[in-house]
């Protein structure tokens, strides 16, 4: 099945620390993007890519860092720079039969 | 003010009932229109998709555009008590960037 696979699905993170969210997809898309969706604000973009080896800051990218080394994969780094970081992650690409979303992470720093 | 502006709710219906979901915008330039569905701790799904003034149906749902008011809705017929979902309305001027609402979390009670 083709899809978005996001991993972890819960992450605890202690403050100070730098925490990677894994995104991976498999339907050969070249758009992929991060979103944080908190209570009541629907989805805001942190970072997008349109193609391998480039990306490109979105709303709210402070604190925040991406590669995109591989067509497939596209990896956030939550830094220990961005102050609330708790929140669901949502991963997405984007390709012929429109936006796919991945199933999210949750993010709580403890 | 925000590019897009969505009633939060929370709706609360009865089982059966016909729900209006709205959005508002303020960006001319948008062009595509798209309705999501988002279960709990799931990462949204599209519902529906349109780029043009008028009316759209697919099966119990209905989407409504008013370019000249810059309007969306949503309807949806026979409500079911799968229904129960947060809503997001997000459009897109191009560059394949989608703007959110803050999403309606609706509630259909048996």
Known sequence: ?110 | QKEVEQDPGPLSVPEGAIVSLNCTYSNSAFQYFMWYRQYSRKGPELLMYTYSSGNKEDGRFTAQVDKSSKYISLFIRDSQPSDSATYLCAMEMGAQKLVFGQGTRLTINP
């Not at chain 1, 629907?42 to 709210?60: A, E, H, M, P, W």
């Not at chain 1, 604190?63 to 994969?73: A, D, M």
């Open chain 1, 1 to 110: 099945d083709g899809g978005i696979t996001q991993s972890p699905k819960y992450l605890f993170r202690k403050e100070g620390q730098n925490v990677t969210l894994s995104c991976e997809q498999n339907l050969n898309h070249d758009a992929m993007y991060w979103y944080r969706q908190d209570p009541g604000q629907g989805l805001r973009l942190i970072y997008y890519s349109q193609i391998v080896n480039d990306f490109q800051k979105g709303d709210i990218a402070e604190g925040y860092s991406v590669s995109r080394e591989k067509k497939e994969s596209f990896p956030l780094t939550v830094t220990s720079a961005q102050k609330n970081p708790t929140a669901f992650y949502l991963c997405a690409s984007f390709g012929g039969a429109g936006y796919t979303f991945g199933s999210g992470t949750r993010l709580t720093v403890v």
